[in-house]
């Protein structure tokens, strides 16, 4: 869901639409905000997959994945702390944690397609080290808990949009977050959607800024901005 470089696909997520009317929140509801929608897109890429060898596209793009593994690098996370990517679509970015040496890597999504795609894509790179599973985020199995690190890269953005009540399912993925993360664990989050000052409220509860990360910037009519927000977060 996302070019090969930040902001670029803004993706399919973009919170701002000329169809529909915003909700409260400011966002206009979507169907890219729905379990249905990525069902669909998922089984279409894993058709794909089988037909071409083609993963897909990488959310937010690469440099994404490289940005957030070199935090973890830079802060000597240990390659045997545990990782949960929520949302994580075809798992290409587990695959890249695994390359780097990570050893306890979870990926989940609530589309069954995705997990399918991301085990196909896995086991082409002959991985045998990482965990998948069919789980809804905001309605969680008692199995999920006690990881160091959790992933985010436009998942919450989905969540937002969703037409079904979105405000409420944001503050069940804030709950959500904050039952699988261990404390002091850290929560990375990229976002399309939000700006740093809207994260620091949506996650107001629970946790704090830890590091903002540097994302491209854009300038235009003699201001400047990013198209993309990427922070990090501590359970406290």
Same mark, same amino acid.
């Given at each position: 869901?996302? @070019?090969?470089?930040?902001?670029? @696909?803004?993706?399919?997520?973009?919170?701002? $639409?000329?169809?529909? %009317?915003?909700?409260?929140?400011?966002?206009?509801?979507?169907?890219?905000?729905?379990?249905?929608?990525? *069902?669909?897109?998922?089984?279409?890429?894993?058709?794909?997959?089988?037909? !071409?060898?083609?993963?897909?596209?990488?959310?937010?793009?690469?440099?994404?994945?490289?940005?957030?593994?070199?935090?973890? =690098?830079?802060?000597?996370?240990?390659? *045997?702390? $545990?990782?949960?990517?929520?949302?994580?679509?075809?798992?290409?970015?587990?695959?890249?944690?695994?390359?780097?040496?990570? @050893?306890?890597?979870?990926?989940?999504?609530?589309?069954? $397609?995705?997990? =399918?795609? %991301?085990? $196909?894509?896995?086991?082409?790179?002959?991985?045998?080290?990482?965990?998948?599973?069919?789980?809804?985020?905001?309605?969680?199995?008692?199995?999920?808990?006690?990881?160091?690190?959790?992933?985010?890269?436009?998942?919450?953005?989905?969540? %937002?949009?969703?037409? *079904?009540?979105?405000?409420?399912?944001?503050? =069940?993925?804030?709950?959500?977050?904050?039952?699988?993360?261990?404390?002091?664990?850290?929560?990375?989050?990229?976002?399309?959607?939000?700006?740093?000052?809207?994260?620091?409220?949506?996650?107001?509860?629970? !946790?704090?800024?830890?590091?903002?990360?540097?994302?491209?910037? !854009?300038?235009?009519?003699?201001? @400047?901005?990013?198209?993309?927000?990427?922070?990090?977060?501590?359970?406290?």
């Amino acid at each position: 869901m996302s @070019s090969d470089a930040d902001g670029g @696909s803004g993706a399919e997520v973009a919170a701002l $639409s000329d169809k529909g %009317s915003p909700g409260e929140d400011g966002f206009v509801p979507s169907a890219l905000g729905t379990r249905k929608h990525w *069902d669909a897109v998922y089984e279409r890429e894993l058709q794909t997959f089988r037909e !071409f060898g083609d993963t897909g596209e990488i959310w937010f793009g690469e440099e994404s994945m490289n940005r957030l593994i070199r935090w973890m =690098q830079k802060h000597k996370i240990p390659l *045997d702390a $545990s990782v949960l990517d929520i949302g994580t679509g075809n798992g290409v970015f587990l695959v890249e944690l695994a390359k780097f040496g990570f @050893s306890d890597i979870t990926g989940i999504d609530y589309s069954p $397609s995705a997990i =399918q795609l %991301s085990g $196909s894509v896995i086991e082409k790179e002959g991985l045998s080290n990482i965990k998948l599973k069919v789980e809804d985020f905001l309605n969680l199995s008692t199995q999920l808990s006690g990881f160091h690190i959790c992933i985010d890269k436009g998942t919450f953005d989905a969540i %937002s949009l969703n037409p *079904d009540n979105a405000i409420e399912k944001r503050k =069940q993925y804030v709950k959500s977050l904050s039952r699988v993360l261990k404390v002091k664990g850290f929560f990375l989050i990229t976002s399309c959607n939000w700006t740093k000052e809207e994260l620091l409220n949506e996650f107001s509860e629970g !946790f704090e800024l830890f590091e903002e990360l540097p994302t491209p910037k !854009f300038s235009f009519g003699g201001r @400047s901005g990013n198209s993309v927000a990427a922070l990090v977060f501590q359970k406290m």
